[in-house]
């Protein structure tokens, strides 16, 4: 396999995983206040969504990027 059918792969899959998933969510902690030695901090969780069309957009060019890079050969 060369580099080329590898990425349309790693696309693809990138793409599918963004559709089903819509997006993932991480714990961030936040220093709130800091007084002397004494410190204040506060988990944060964020979540990051991912488009559909942008999930679709990777699987599509995951395909067109497989299929050309199947014709080279």
């Keep these: 396999m060369n580099?080329?059918?590898?990425?349309?792969?790693?696309?693809?899959?990138?793409g599918l995983a963004g559709?089903?998933?819509?997006?993932?969510?991480?714990?961030?902690d936040r220093t709130a206040a800091k007084i002397g030695p004494i410190q204040l901090t506060?988990?944060?969780e964020e979540s990051i969504n991912i488009p559909q069309w942008l999930s679709i957009g990777a699987i599509v060019l995951g395909a067109v990027v497989l299929v050309m890079g199947a014709r080279k050969s």
């Design 3 to 14: 580099a080329i059918r590898i990425t349309g792969i790693v696309l693809i899959v990138l």
């Design 19 to 28: 559709f089903f998933t819509g997006g993932f969510s991480f714990t961030k």
């Design 42 to 44: 506060v988990k944060e």
